[in-house]
């Protein structure tokens, strides 16, 4: 639905030219399997966090986005609780969020690999202490099975 | 030679994993309720399974992507999650009927209580996850569920009168049941063939074991062959189900009465052979399943899977499953028939079946993750005729078995 502007406002910044591949948030990014550097399931895209190019002050959430403000990028992939307040709505506190930056991104196909090893990641916590505490104390759990 | 030997491996391994607890006890009741009148049905789910589950297996091949990451990044996060509590729900329920018919054969060959053989019959399962090769795995108890061929022989050996057992297998409502429980029974059957883990294995299997796009032919002759000829055991276990128990009047309400025909027809050796195969086909189906849960909750959270790899590098996805088995051993503890159990998973997998097939359809389509090799025309006919049959099926269920009391 097309929301009348308010009087007197401008229209936003054109969106400005990038080059190479545009993606799609929705379509590339969201629920796609990431794997870091060996090719190992680290998690899903559960959510993107998006903020203000670096340098630029952050527009404060639910205000009115002032006439010539630089168009938000792509700071982080985000996992973990947030898929619950993705699906039944809310939003957690910023210090909640896992994130794993989109520098760490090497490529997005079919899956999304990152540059990184999996291991020193927060996303992976949950699966390390699992790991940890559980399977490895478990007789053979460390066996290569081939 | 090798190869040869490989191909004949895959369709021996595809037969005897065909039969699972479901297609033994809903075979079996329907045998002995409606001779072979719904063994067309048979048929129509063989086919329905060859054609999605080649579907499944190339698109693992082709992208690498098993099923349910594939549901999950069509449907969304909210669509995936509902998809996934209901697949995850009914599988469980799968897991713990299969467990419960490991106990129960272990029971008819050694009079201990099955109650007392749950635990270690779990314990067993998990085991072979944790430590055996998956290739190892899927060959032995693929290669031990044929000897269930027993059912085929004792129907051999019980003699039947060929022409009558013929043309019972016209589609037709027996006299003494109604036109709501002989559908009941139609759409029971249909997702003991069906049923949804098989898809969510082939793929993960496929991933598992690294296939590649030149292997989709080899895959392509398992199941194109494999499942078919596991399709006419079913047949065979409700022949002999329609020889025996019909004209007895015994309608089956446990496992002792699925074997009694094979008694009957092959004695004490059959007695036997049945039993090893009973207890091979739900012990693999008992594995599958397990895996199968864990593999949905992993591919749609994105976690570390696969038995390839040691259970230490994918921990949460060996946790869930020792949690899967644990629950299934505290519902059986209940005292819960297996068999019940196992009657109302079919009807549940019926239902649940259109979540796993329409996104599979959706994704063999598209170019992105296949490449040049999506669907053909062919394919996408059948599977298209396919839908419309499981969709019909999957609404029916739930008021069929409402009315029909759950076909009581």
Redesign the interface.
């Known amino acids: 639905m097309k929301t009348p502007r308010p009087p007197g406002s401008d229209p936003l910044a054109p969106i400005p030219p990038v080059a190479g591949q545009t993606l799609d948030a929705q379509l590339h990014l969201?629920?796609?399997?990431?794997l870091d550097s060996d090719g190992?399931?680290?998690?899903?895209?559960?959510d993107l966090e998006l903020g203000a190019p670096e340098g630029e002050p952050e527009t404060p959430i639910e205000t009115v986005i002032p006439t010539g403000t630089p168009a938000p990028v792509l700071r982080a992939l985000l996992?973990g609780p947030v898929?619950g307040t993705?699906?039944f709505g809310g939003r957690p506190p910023s210090s909640r969020l896992i994130r794993i930056p989109w520098a760490d991104v090497a490529s997005v196909g079919?899956?999304v690999r990152l540059g990184v090893s999996g291991q020193g990641l927060d996303a992976d916590w949950?699966?390390?202490w699992?790991?940890d505490k559980?399977?490895?104390r478990?007789p053979?759990?460390?066996?290569?099975?081939? | 030679m090798k190869r040869l030997l490989g191909v004949a491996l895959g369709i021996l391994t595809a037969i005897g994993g065909f039969v699972d607890i479901g297609d033994l006890v809903t075979n079996a009741v329907v045998g002995s309720r409606f001779g072979l009148s719904l063994i067309w049905v048979v048929a129509v789910g063989v086919v329905g399974i060859c054609v999605f589950a080649n579907m499944s297996g190339r698109v693992a091949a082709a992208s690498g992507r098993a099923t349910f990451e594939v549901i999950r990044e069509r449907l969304g996060p909210r669509a995936g999650l509902a998809n996934l509590s209901a697949s995850f729900l009914i599988n469980l329920m799968t897991v713990t009927a299969e467990i419960g018919g490991i106990a129960l054969a272990l029971q008819l060959a050694s009079s201990v209580n099955y109650l007392l053989w749950i635990p270690l019959a779990a314990v067993a399962v998990w085991l072979v996850i944790w430590r055996v090769k998956f290739s190892i795995m899927e060959n032995v108890t693929g290669l031990l569920g044929l000897t269930l061929i027993v059912f085929a022989v004792a129907l051999f050996l019980l003699k039947p009168d060929w022409g009558t057992l013929a043309s019972q297998a016209i589609p037709a409502v027996p006299a003494e049941e109604t036109g709501a429980t002989y559908w009941y029974f139609a759409i029971a059957l249909f997702g003991a063939a069906m049923t949804p883990y098989e898809v969510f294995f082939f793929s993960s299997g496929a991933v598992e074991e690294g296939w590649k796009i030149k292997d989709l032919i080899q895959s392509r002759i398992n199941v194109l062959v494999g499942f078919p000829l596991g399709g006419l055991l079913s047949v065979a276990i409700a022949g002999c189900a329609a020889v025996v128990l019909l004209p007895a009047g015994i309608s089956v309400t446990s496992l002792s009465q699925v074997i009694l025909p094979v008694a009957e027809g092959a004695g004490k050796l059959g007695l036997a052979v049945v039993l090893l195969g009973i207890v091979a086909a739900t012990f693999g189906a008992a594995l599958e399943t397990t895996l199968s849960s864990g593999y949905t909750l992993a591919q749609f959270f994105g976690w570390s899977w696969g038995k390839f790899r040691a259970p230490a590098k994918a921990a949460r996805f060996h946790v869930s499953m020792i949690i899967c088995l644990l629950v299934g051993i505290a519902v059986l503890a209940t005292g819960v028939d297996p068999v019940l159990v196992t009657e109302y998973s079919v009807v549940f997998s019926a239902v649940a079946l259109p979540l796993t097939y329409l996104p599979i359809l959706i994704v063999a389509n598209d170019p992105q993750y296949m490449g040049k090799h999506v669907n053909g025309r062919g394919v996408n006919v059948v599977a298209m005729v396919y839908l419309v049959v499981i969709l019909v099926a999957s609404l029916a269920a739930i008021p069929l078995m409402i009315v029909t009391g759950a076909g009581a």
């Open positions: 969201l629920d796609r399997q990431v190992v399931p680290v998690t899903t895209v559960d996992t898929l993705r699906i079919v899956v949950v699966e390390r699992i790991r559980i399977i490895a478990i053979g759990g460390r066996r290569d099975p081939r």
